[in-house]
């Protein structure tokens, strides 16, 4: 076991400029996150108002509700959007419109994601840890003829059996090679989007190969893609089956690489510089559709009976060079096990049932969705494949501890990172190699010959007391074995459990097709 030494003066002066962050965030300056206490979730409208007016809290919602009190269910999905690139959370860039729903319901301070995008998808399906079926390690590729378990039951799925009309409006990316991995087969009556991981934004293709879908054929729309994911909800949204309550799934591409965005969002931020001033518009365009869907919602008379949940897949990419997002304090980024790169921006808003103004620091997983959207849906939890999600719904709105005695943050190889309470414990995240799913972003305080020495050495452990500590500055391995001990058992047996992930391998002979999922 190698355990890190004491600070330096420089680390230091670091904590203390992380602690002082913190500080203001207790008083809504900076909203970072707030070391959970003993008493749980701060009590509904100790932050926000309550007087907050709710963005979907019109005068006919309230007669206009859909079918036996179960909600419509929206979820908004951001692509690799940064901690601090939420208006709540820091001051480059301006959210007016989630940051009005954040403040109208409850905000998730202490949500955890998959660190890259296919396994954190596959997770919000399935409720179900990736390494439970293969997905925990990189991401699908235009050549990767592998998907979504078939025998994985999805959230449409169980949701388009208990009575609801469920749609895709975004980024799949849970498998494109064949028919049976594709939406329309997942559980979903409607798709629109793209299959893979990323698309140009103006010309929808990947790879070589054109990528944009409606009811997984082929979709000509010309347009910017975050404009044509919001326009298409809208649609679905006014031409919905009024006899069914809604699933909405809207995972918007945004705001992923290729940093692309019309000009004119780009400009009122010309105080940031490089690709993170193109980024901030690309943000301000999906902020500005997710107010559109909101509208669209609330002209319906849907918005007292709709819960929105908004969260990003994972954190933001802070690679070499001048990052297009930030997550503010938080170690690392997109790929990594550290809190930059699997805690993101994320709330619930549903009026009359969750407080606005509701804090949630209790540790919660997007695994947990699963059942808890089950649950309020009136969908059966019975199934063959057993679920990782718990309830979170007693944690979101009534201040109850997180229902999980440990989360787990992922395990791959000799990798990994467990969460119980508030202690954190990782495995070979700074050192291991050739275990990073996204191009070593998060090593970069290793040299290469650092990490191989260690890498052929014994496991690394770091533990974090994240309600002191939630930058993981402090690793207090050493003076906590007993802790250790404890963690990297649960981690391991996470570990034993694990299926062997499977890897993308272009397959001999591979063609790229014109139009990715076409079959003929
Ligand atoms: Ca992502």
């Not at 036996?68 to 301006?94: E, S, T």
């Not at 070589?208 to 044509?228: I, P, Q, S």
């Not at 949630?360 to 939890?381: N, Q, R």
């Not at 999980?404 to 969460?419: D, K, S």
Request: proline fraction near 8%; charge should be neutral; charged fraction near 25%.
């Amino acid at each position: 076991m190698k355990l890190e030494s004491g600070t330096n003066r420089l680390e230091f002066l670091r904590w203390v400029a992380c602690a002082a962050t913190l500080l203001f965030s207790a008083v809504g300056i900076q909203g970072l996150p707030v070391a959970p206490g003993p008493a749980g979730n701060t009590p509904p409208g100790s932050q926000a108002s309550d007087k907050t007016p709710h963005p979907l809290d019109g005068a006919r919602s309230a007669a206009l509700t859909s079918d036996r009190g179960r909600p419509n269910i929206v979820y908004i999905l951001a692509d690799d959007l940064g901690w601090a690139d939420v208006g709540y959370h820091g001051p480059d860039i301006k959210t007016p419109h989630i940051d009005q729903l954040a403040a109208a319901g409850a905000r998730l301070e202490s949500f955890y994601v998959m660190p890259v995008c296919t396994p954190t998808r596959a997770a919000l399906m399935t409720g179900r840890y990736p390494i439970r079926y293969g997905l925990q390690f990189n991401v699908l590729r235009p050549a990767s003829q592998h998907g979504l378990p078939v025998e994985e039951r999805t959230l449409p799925q169980a949701l388009h059996e208990a009575g609801y009309e469920t749609a895709i409006c975004g980024k799949w990316h849970l498998g494109h090679a064949k028919p049976e991995l594709l939406p329309l087969r997942r559980g979903f009556d409607h798709q629109y989007g793209l299959f893979l991981g990323m698309c140009d934004y103006f010309t929808h293709m990947e790879g070589g190969a054109f990528d944009w879908h409606r009811n997984d054929k082929v979709c000509r729309d010309e347009g910017y893609t975050t404009h044509l994911i919001a326009k298409e909800a809208i649609r679905l949204i006014e031409q919905r089956d009024q006899r069914k309550p809604l699933f909405l799934y809207l995972p918007f591409n945004a705001v992923h690489g290729p940093i692309q965005v019309p000009e004119s969002y780009g400009k009122p931020y010309g105080h940031l510089t490089g690709q993170r001033r193109i980024y901030a518009g690309m943000v301000a365009a999906m902020d500005e559709g997710i107010g559109q869907v909101l509208a669209a919602l609330e002209k319906e008379g849907l918005g007292g009976n709709t819960l929105v949940i908004f969260s990003s897949d994972n954190g933001g990419l802070i690679g070499k060079g001048e990052p297009a997002a930030s997550n503010g304090p938080l170690r690392d980024g997109k790929g990594s096990l550290y809190e930059g790169g699997t805690r993101v921006p994320a709330f619930a808003t549903w009026p009359g049932r969750i407080p606005a103004g509701t804090i949630v620091k209790e540790p919660l997983h997007i695994v947990d969705w699963y059942p808890t959207l089950l649950k309020l849906a009136g969908a059966p939890l019975e199934q063959k494949l057993p679920i990782d999600g718990r309830d979170a719904w007693a944690t979101i709105t009534d201040g109850r501890p997180s229902p999980h005695e440990a989360l787990l943050l992922n395990t791959v190889g000799r990798m990994g990172a467990i969460r119980a309470g508030d202690w954190k414990l990782l495995r070979n995240a700074l050192t291991a190699e050739g275990e990073d799913p996204e191009g070593a972003a998060h090593k970069k305080n290793a040299s290469k010959e650092e990490r191989r020495k260690k890498n052929a050495g014994p496991d690394v452990f770091e533990l974090f007391n994240l309600a002191q500590d939630p930058c993981e500055k402090t690793n207090l391995a050493a003076q906590q074995p007993d802790k250790v001990r404890d963690l990297s058992g649960r981690l391991e047996a996470f570990a034993r459990a694990a299926v062997p992930p499977t890897l993308s391998r272009k397959p001999e002979g591979f063609k790229t097709p014109k139009v990715w999922g076409e079959f003929d």
